[in-house]
């Protein structure tokens, strides 16, 4: 289980989010809509699969945002050996295209839900919330 602190209204605070895709432009963008609403401590980025899984292994975070297509090791590979190191920590797919079929796929190696990459702000924090709160996202 993730390292929290309470928050001041008494709920815990989970102490990291890894945000991994290979775009950094959108890593930092994720990480600062996560941090302007005060949901993590803290916010790692990950440029591909084989990092997060790397940077998983060693912070445990509170939750995990997996780019679907990354170099070196896809976003559902990763998410696969992230789940079964870690499997209470949530995992949250983020791609360009969430079909159905993609949807199965990501359920299918653990993750807990699916976002677009074009809904990056309300319905990413819809999903965030939904995870944080023991729930799946998909849309």
Known sequence: ?????????????????????????????VCSLL?????????VEA?????????????NPGLIILDVSMPVLDGLSAAKKIKEA???VPVLMFTADASPELSEIAQSVGAQGIVRKTELS??????????????????
């Open 1 to 29: 289980m993730s390292i929290q602190t309470q928050s001041l209204i008494g709920g815990a605070i989970p102490a990291t989010v890894i945000v991994a895709d290979d775009h950094p432009l959108l890593r930092k963008a």
């Open 35 to 43: 941090r302007s609403r005060g949901e993590f401590q803290e916010c």
């Open 47 to 59: 440029a591909d699969g084989n990092e997060a899984v790397l940077k998983s292994l060693e912070l």
């Open 86 to 88: 870690l499997p209470m």
């Open 122 to 139: 309300e319905v990413l924090l819809q999903a965030v919330d939904a995870l944080l709160a023991g729930e799946t996202f998909f849309p």
